[in-house]
């Protein structure tokens, strides 16, 4: 209670906004610059800046961790490519060489210098959060750099002193307890004062060791920071108007949404809508904090806004995941499929680290679609083969619905052949194929 009302305190006095903007708004140089003339329009301090790795870097990062791992060849060739591509941004950025940031950045390079000198006889989730983060750490310290050309009062915020998290490496759990005893003890009063540019992505150990919140995790960090901020609100900058009714990627004529229920947000980021990652709302939703996704190509653009919002979706909408795997689960001597076969079967997924993605049961088997990986698919046929016997297909596609009619169904079913359909009151979710051209 006494918290509660102290926090409100703050919040009057000290009303701070988070922005966040994702690896496609700092690409290249000229993402930066407009990402700081985003910035620029807004006035005074306590604005809280949260910026993802430049471009593709985190995919290349992986890349660089797997290559060092299998003892690959092409390690240093790939270093040399990831320091490259950030060393080009610099010098268009920067006419003066002598500028600190060249010397920061060569530094944190050098923690994967160190590192790859080694034989990795750590474990291989550790060694991959040591090695993806540094893309965060880089590209807010040129966003920081960039920034504090343009105006003063830039503080650059290591996130790890605040975001802490267990030691499940490359899942980080958040120990919400002791981060928002940080976030309000030290960066509240930072902000009264300055505007800051931290990394989503990231947090530490109590051991003091660097883990990461799971990929596309930067929208959570925001999340977590206005959570522990109370913030007025948080903005996400993206490449797209705002949250559509389907991804732009796949679909030709999509709406903009100008408003949504956290409700909504959060099923459309749970059945995979990768505009948001799935445990961004739940935070602030908690908070009652607004959550406005933007366009950073036409920032004075509406988009949408996410809040409180008691009425649903106008508009039904669409999730497409390709490249799924359809597996159905037959107990072997054709017995019912039962609790406690439910429970192996689970356990397994759990074991293998697979999210599933949509299931259905009848009396003698089970099926459940999920994101193809070859490598883990064949691990769990391995397991799930010892007790069950395994038929599945790859290659078909899941389209999720929300606030699904016939029509819409007819629409996306056109030339497919349906082999699991699954509905709830306001969510139907369709496995498909492409019908071969005889059928
Ligand atoms: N319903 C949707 N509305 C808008 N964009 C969507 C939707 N579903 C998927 N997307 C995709 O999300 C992308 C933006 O998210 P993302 O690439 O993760 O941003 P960032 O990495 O910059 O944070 C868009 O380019 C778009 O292809
Ligand atoms: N760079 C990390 C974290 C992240 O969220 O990035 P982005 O905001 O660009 O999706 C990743 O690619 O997974």
Known sequence: MWAQTKMNELNKLSPM?????????????????????????????????????????????????????NGQDDVHQIFDEIKGYHFNILNELFTDHNHPIFNDVANTFVEIDWLIEEEPNDSHDYIYDQIVSIGELVSSKILAAWLGTLRENVKWLDARNFIHTDNTYREGLVN????????????????????????????NTSENFTTTLGREG???SAAIFSACLNAQSVTIWKDVPGVLNADPKWFDETERIPQLSYHDAIELAYYGATVIHPK???????????????????????????????????????IFKVNQVLL???????????????????????????????????????????DYNEK??????????????????????????????QETIDRVTVNKNILLEVKSRNTCQIVM???????
Do not use: C
């Open 280 to 318: 961004t709302i739940k935070p602030i939703q908690n908070k009652n904090i607004p959550l406005y996704v933007r366009s950073f190509v036409n920032p004075n653009a509406p988009g949408t806004d996410i809040t409180d919002l008691k009425d649903h979706l106008p508009i039904p909408s669409f």
């Open 17 to 69: 906004k988070i922005y966040k903007f994702g690896g496609a708004s700092v690409k290249d140089a000229d993402g930066v610059r407009n990402v700081s003339s985003i910035i620029n329009r807004h006035k005074g301090n306590q604005l809280l800046i949260v910026v993802s790795a430049m471009g593709k870097i985190t995919n290349k990062l992986e890349d660089l961790t797997t290559a060092y791992l």
């Open 218 to 220: 930067s929208d959570y």
């Open 433 to 439: 194929r492409d019908k071969k051209p005889t059928e």
């Open 376 to 405: 883990k698919l064949q691990k769990l046929i391995a397991d799930l083969s010892k007790h069950y016997k395994i038929k599945y297909n790859t290659d078909v596609e899941l389209v999720t619905i929300r606030y699904y009619n």
């Open 328 to 370: 159905s689960i037959f107990p072997k001597d054709f017995s019912f499929i039962i609790e406690e076969n439910l429970s192996d079967i689970f356990s397994l997924f759990h074991e293998h680290r697979i999210k599933i993605n949509t299931m259905l049961n009848s009396a003698i088997s089970f099926s459940i679609s999920f």
């Open 176 to 203: 919400w307890e002791k981060t928002e005893a940080d976030i309000q003890k030290t960066l509240a009063p930072l902000l009264a004062k300055n505007i800051a540019v931290t990394q989503g992505f990231i947090g």
